[in-house]
């Protein structure tokens, strides 16, 4: 296995109680103007948020989501494996791709929680992992997904809520490719790993405490 340089990630969201509440307000703005009602069942959702370990970690405990799958987007190499992403070299991203239920769970809340859950100010890098596939970047799969990303970056741009521009890439979705089987449920299965105790824990540890209420019921 290649692992990437995998050090403390910080997650740079804004940590005061007032810079949390004016997010909140933010994106209850960005959810009633994306409203249309009668969605159909299924939606998908596509991140790049630095590690997959992590996203997928956060993005799986949450109602409404039926599926999360870690794997490659945004490049030109056909069916990468990890080891060819880890090179920089592919236009891949590291992301995640989301199954969920609109009804249960919206894009602008799925928008809420990427912004807050990773560093949408650092160019290539989260953390102590660089490179071009760790960048921070959205794929959109319907034209409405586009307008709420935009808008997203828009209303967070003008209440200046981050110390630096946020660099966070809107793409069109164009491709996807699933990971390897070892990086499904990679927290869940190696919780004892070093990268995993000392960066995923703490950031699922966050993410449990910020977005209670966005949680699967525990059976």
Same mark, same amino acid.
């Given at each position: 296995?290649?692992a990437p340089?995998?050090?403390l990630?910080?997650?740079c969201s804004p940590?005061?109680?007032?810079?949390r509440?004016?997010?909140?307000?933010?994106?209850?703005?960005?959810l009633l103007?994306?409203f249309? !009602?009668?969605k159909?069942?299924?939606?998908?959702a596509?991140f790049g948020? !630095?590690?997959f370990?992590c996203?997928e970690?956060m993005f799986?405990q949450?109602?409404?989501v #039926?599926k999360?799958?870690?794997?490659?987007?945004?490049?030109?190499t056909?069916?990468?494996?990890?080891?060819?992403?880890c090179?920089?070299?592919?236009?891949?991203?590291e992301v995640?791709q989301?199954?969920?239920?609109?009804e249960?769970?919206?894009? +602008?809340e799925l928008?809420?929680?990427?912004?807050?859950?990773?560093?949408p100010?650092?160019?290539?890098?989260q !953390?102590?992992?660089?490179?071009?596939?760790y960048r921070?970047v959205?794929?959109t799969?319907? #034209?409405? #997904?586009?307008?709420?990303?935009l808008k997203?970056i828009?209303l967070?741009? +003008?209440?200046?809520?981050y110390p630096n521009?946020i660099?966070t890439?809107?793409?069109?979705?164009?491709?996807?490719y699933?990971?390897e089987?070892y990086h499904?449920?990679y927290f869940q299965n190696?919780p004892?790993e070093g990268?995993c105790?000392m960066v995923?824990a703490?950031k699922?540890?966050?993410?449990?405490?910020?977005?209670?209420?966005?949680?699967?019921?525990?059976?």
């Open positions: 296995m290649l340089a995998h050090l990630h910080c997650v940590n005061s109680l007032n810079a509440l004016e997010m909140n307000i933010l994106f209850s703005i960005l103007l994306s249309t !009602g009668g159909e069942k299924m939606e998908l596509t948020m !630095g590690c370990w996203s970690a799986s949450l109602k409404g #039926q999360v799958q870690s794997g490659f987007s945004g490049g030109t056909v069916n990468p494996s990890y080891r060819d992403v090179t920089g070299e592919t236009g891949h991203a995640v989301i199954s969920y239920d609109p249960q769970i919206s894009y +602008a928008l809420k929680i990427f912004f807050t859950m990773h560093d100010t650092t160019l290539n890098r !953390g102590a992992d660089m490179g071009t596939q921070s959205i794929f799969h319907t #034209q409405q #997904q586009r307008e709420e990303a997203a828009e967070l741009t +003008a209440e200046k809520l521009p660099v890439q809107v793409e069109e979705y164009k491709n996807f699933p990971a089987d499904n449920n190696n004892n990268y105790r995923v703490p699922v540890e966050k993410f449990q405490k910020v977005f209670e209420t966005l949680l699967k019921q525990k059976k």
